[in-house]
């Protein structure tokens, strides 16, 4: 199966997930046993569902072949290139393949002027005025290719504008852009490009991310800190006659080998076709081969098992022309199969994983309110069945027992009402402490800060101050958060002993997972901003535009999706207490009313037992729809894991 195949496969999966979600989100409402926060939770489960994507970045020295690549793995069906693939530098700014439903086929290009403005490109991307567009010709390879070539485009300027620009000048080339003999610096047109394209793998939520060489990379510090970081896979590309070059090393250091995943980051030995010069056996080329992959291993200090060998253009070649044995000599089959094996189960499992836990956290409150209905109607069908012949002080008597209880109960909830104001108030502190308020102002106190700093040098105190005071905000949410969870666990504790309410313990919140990621990033700003040739050689205004186009950028994404965790988990903590609070009132009423109404008419009562009954079924035929469409979930998410295992298998055996 290749990745294609692998990756319908997944879309396929996804969307029976969401099938399975929406008819219990549907059954939820129409059976009476959801709220609105349930559904709001379930409700976004599904958004993030239908938005998920996979974003595969391509990252290399110019005139590696990445480009043509990214045409043989992903494009190759298409009949040819959709990507420009020349000799020398064809991709000059980071450009983002993908498809938006009810698009139409364009392509969006960001001009290098917009780096004067404060904004970074994830920004930007909101504001369409700032971009060039063009409608691209999909029925037209000539009109595709001709469209897609400005990707390549670049203009010349002089070297103060390059600096301001953001980009680095070496007179000799080798760290930065190396003036002309007229004194001018060729830089790329564009700073960014987003091609929408109806290709099948796009439409099914692949993200396709190319990147520019090195001196274009180290311009763009949001690709260092948020788009190749964000990649569920990184491949980079070295070129197989020339091995690791010292920009090639360079590009790996600083972009590759600390911005991603380590499961997901592999290495591509391209243009392996070189070494067909038809004077070597097969022999030969071989153990050529591995020489170079032990080399490249022992350089970049990885294992041979993440590098892999291959020839980009024979491999697109060869599925232009269907040649199976060009395909199999190419090796592209064995890359792919590695991006299939690894890359799609560990994005399924995480969505699995984070499906199963939203719903089976909603569905077992549906099922303790369901318990908690048939109990109350049990008990009412008891007490019924208790009066049959007793006389009217019985009933009275009856009717006693149940005030009392209601009273008990509405003392209860006056302690639970002093519980939910205080909870109120430490809800609204924590997140005021991950609020963007916050976070405005910290952001405001640096750049006074920094400001204030005479010198580059003092900048890094200041970048380190303000990673400083976001932890400490996250470490009292913590604290908060702690506060919160004692607080109900006692309440949820009273209420099962003192009313009999079937609650189970709260679940407990982290922000861990937000400091770590604060302190990579605070890692990788200072790596990429704070070194003392960066602090030394740049000037002040340039490293602190930098550092609010990037690193404060990545902190308010950080403290956005934490804020959204937090919100949900307050919502998701008090939910069963309400629920059932709700459900003991509305059981209580219903029993005082039926005995009242005994009280009044005896003849009342068979039938009022006979609804119960009624009421009773219906109940128990409502616990066994939820137990089905809990299995109807369960079974959607792990058919992805069985046609995984499957697929795994059935590759393995034919390779």
Same mark, same amino acid.
């Given at each position: 199966?290749?990745?294609?195949?692998?990756?319908?496969?997944?879309?396929?999966?996804?969307?029976?997930?969401?099938?399975?979600?929406?008819?219990?989100?549907? $059954?939820?409402?129409?059976?009476?046993?959801?709220?609105?926060?349930?559904?709001?939770?379930?409700?976004?489960?599904?958004?993030?569902?239908?938005?998920?994507?996979?974003?595969?970045?391509?990252?290399?020295?110019? =005139?590696?072949?990445?480009?043509?690549?990214?045409n043989?793995?992903?494009?190759?069906?298409?009949?040819?290139?959709?990507?420009?693939?020349?000799?020398g530098?064809?991709?000059?700014?980071?450009t983002?393949l993908? $498809?938006?439903?009810?698009?139409?086929?364009?392509?969006?290009?960001?001009?290098i002027?917009?780096?004067?403005?404060?904004?970074?490109?994830?920004?930007?991307?909101?504001?369409?005025?700032? $971009?060039?567009?063009?409608p691209?010709?999909?029925?037209?390879?000539?009109?595709?290719?001709?469209?897609?070539?400005?990707?390549?485009?670049?203009?010349?300027?002089?070297?103060?504008?390059?600096v301001?620009?953001?980009?680095?000048?070496?007179?000799?080339?080798?760290?930065g852009?190396?003036?002309?003999?007229?004194?001018?610096?060729?830089?790329?047109? $564009?700073r960014?490009?987003?091609?929408?394209?109806?290709?099948?793998?796009l439409?099914?939520?692949?993200?396709?991310?190319?990147?520019?060489?090195?001196?274009?990379?180290?311009?763009?510090?949001?690709?260092?800190?948020?788009?190749?970081?964000?990649?569920?896979?990184?491949?980079?590309?070295?070129?197989?006659?020339?091995?690791?070059t &010292?920009?090639?090393?360079?590009?790996?250091?600083?972009?590759? =080998? +600390?911005?991603?995943?380590?499961?997901?980051?592999?290495?591509?030995?391209?243009?392996?076709?070189?070494?067909?010069?038809?004077?070597?056996?097969?022999?030969?080329?071989? =153990?050529?081969?591995?020489?170079?992959?032990?080399?490249?291993?022992?350089t970049l200090?990885?294992?041979?098992?993440?590098?892999?060998?291959?020839?980009?253009?024979?491999?697109?070649?060869?599925?232009?022309?269907?040649?199976?044995?060009?395909?199999?000599?190419?090796?592209?089959?064995?890359?792919?199969?590695?991006?299939?094996?690894?890359?799609?189960?560990?994005?399924?499992?995480?969505?699995?994983?984070?499906?199963?836990?939203e719903?089976?956290?909603?569905?077992?409150?549906?099922?303790?309110?369901?318990?908690?209905?048939?109990?109350?109607?049990?008990?009412?069908?008891?007490?019924?069945?208790s009066?049959?012949?007793?006389n009217?002080?019985?009933?009275?008597?009856?009717?006693?027992?149940?005030?009392?209880?209601?009273?008990?109960?509405?003392?209860? &909830?006056?302690?639970?009402?002093?519980?939910?104001?205080?909870?109120?108030?430490?809800?609204?502190?924590?997140?005021?402490?991950?609020?963007?308020?916050?976070?405005?102002?910290?952001?405001?106190?640096?750049?006074?800060?920094?400001?204030?700093?005479?010198?580059?040098?003092?900048?890094?105190e200041?970048?380190?101050?303000?990673?400083?005071?976001?932890?400490?905000?996250i470490?009292?949410?913590?604290?908060?958060?702690?506060?919160?969870?004692?607080?109900?666990?006692?309440?949820?504790?009273?209420?099962?002993?003192?009313?009999?309410?079937?609650?189970?313990?709260?679940?407990?919140?982290?922000?861990?997972?937000?400091?770590?990621?604060?302190?990579?990033?605070?890692?990788?700003?200072?790596?990429?901003?704070?070194?003392?040739?960066?602090?030394?050689?740049?000037?002040?205004?340039?490293?602190?535009?930098?550092?609010?186009? +990037?690193?404060?950028?990545?902190?308010?994404?950080?403290?956005?999706?934490?804020?959204?965790?937090?919100?949900?988990?307050?919502?998701?903590?008090?939910?069963p207490?309400?629920?059932?609070?709700?459900?003991?009132?509305?059981?209580?009423?219903?029993?005082?009313e039926?005995?009242?109404?005994?009280?009044?008419?005896?003849?009342t009562?068979?039938?009022?037992?006979?609804?119960?009954?009624?009421?009773?079924?219906?109940s128990?035929?409502?616990?066994?729809?939820?137990?089905?469409?809990?299995?109807?979930?369960?079974?959607a998410?792990? =058919?992805?894991?069985?046609?995984?295992?499957?697929?795994?298998?059935?590759?393995?055996?034919?390779?």
């Amino acid at each position: 199966m290749t990745l294609a195949e692998q990756f319908s496969a997944y879309s396929r999966w996804r969307n029976e997930t969401i099938d399975a979600v929406l008819k219990l989100r549907n $059954w939820l409402n129409i059976n009476d046993v959801s709220d609105a926060q349930a559904d709001q939770r379930l409700q976004y489960l599904i958004e993030r569902l239908r938005a998920d994507k996979l974003t595969v970045a391509f990252v290399a020295e110019f =005139s590696r072949g990445k480009s043509e690549l990214i045409n043989a793995i992903f494009f190759a069906e298409h009949g040819g290139r959709i990507l420009p693939s020349s000799a020398g530098r064809t991709t000059m700014c980071p450009t983002e393949l993908h $498809w938006t439903p009810n698009s139409t086929p364009e392509l969006r290009l960001l001009p290098i002027e917009t780096r004067a403005r404060a904004e970074p490109v994830s920004e930007l991307k909101l504001l369409p005025e700032c $971009w060039s567009v063009e409608p691209l010709d999909t029925e037209s390879s000539a009109k595709l290719q001709a469209t897609l070539a400005r990707v390549s485009e670049v203009c010349r300027v002089t070297e103060e504008d390059a600096v301001n620009l953001g980009f680095k000048i070496d007179p000799n080339g080798e760290t930065g852009l190396k003036p002309g003999a007229d004194g001018l610096v060729e830089v790329p047109k $564009w700073r960014h490009a987003v091609i929408q394209f109806p290709h099948p793998l796009l439409e099914q939520g692949l993200v396709v991310l190319d990147t520019p060489g090195l001196n274009a990379i180290g311009a763009e510090p949001e690709l260092t800190l948020s788009l190749l970081p964000n990649a569920h896979a990184v491949l980079f590309i070295l070129a197989a006659d020339t091995g690791v070059t &010292l920009s090639d090393m360079t590009v790996w250091r600083d972009f590759v =080998s +600390t911005g991603a995943r380590e499961k997901g980051r592999l290495v591509v030995l391209n243009k392996i076709d070189g070494l067909w010069d038809g004077l070597r056996d097969e022999a030969s080329i071989n =153990s050529e081969i591995d020489r170079q992959v032990k080399s490249v291993s022992e350089t970049l200090e990885i294992g041979t098992d993440s590098i892999f060998p291959v020839s980009a253009q024979k491999g697109l070649v060869a599925r232009v022309n269907s040649d199976r044995e060009l395909l199999e000599k190419s090796r592209l089959l064995v890359l792919e199969r590695v991006l299939s094996e690894d890359l799609l189960p560990s994005k399924q499992e995480i969505v699995r994983d984070n499906t199963l836990g939203e719903t089976r956290d909603l569905i077992h409150q549906a099922e303790v309110l369901l318990q908690a209905r048939l109990a109350g109607i049990k008990g009412q069908l008891q007490e019924l069945d208790s009066l049959h012949g007793k006389n009217r002080g019985v009933v009275e008597y009856m009717m006693y027992k149940i005030r009392v209880e209601k009273d008990e109960f509405e003392q209860g &909830l006056k302690k639970y009402y002093a519980v939910r104001s205080v909870f109120t108030g430490l809800s609204n502190r924590l997140l005021s402490h991950l609020g963007m308020d916050t976070l405005r102002t910290e952001t405001r106190k640096t750049r006074d800060a920094m400001l204030e700093s005479r010198f580059s040098l003092g900048l890094r105190e200041r970048m380190k101050d303000f990673f400083q005071r976001m932890r400490a905000h996250i470490s009292e949410a913590e604290s908060d958060i702690s506060e919160i969870y004692r607080m109900l666990d006692a309440m949820y504790k009273r209420f099962s002993v003192e009313h009999g309410l079937k609650l189970t313990p709260p679940e407990k919140f982290s922000v861990q997972r937000c400091e770590a990621e604060l302190n990579h990033l605070e890692s990788v700003c200072h790596r990429h901003l704070g070194t003392p040739l960066m602090l030394v050689t740049t000037e002040k205004h340039v490293l602190m535009k930098k550092f609010f186009e +990037t690193a404060a950028v990545q902190v308010r994404r950080i403290f956005e999706v934490v804020n959204h965790d937090v919100e949900q988990w307050l919502r998701a903590v008090m939910a069963p207490l309400e629920i059932q609070v709700r459900e003991y009132q509305l059981q209580l009423k219903r029993r005082l009313e039926s005995v009242r109404r005994i009280h009044q008419a005896t003849d009342t009562l068979e039938n009022r037992v006979e609804e119960l009954k009624q009421a009773e079924q219906s109940s128990e035929a409502l616990m066994e729809e939820l137990t089905k469409l809990q299995d109807g979930i369960r079974r959607a998410l792990d =058919s992805a894991v069985a046609e995984s295992e499957e697929n795994t298998t059935r590759l393995a055996i034919v390779a």
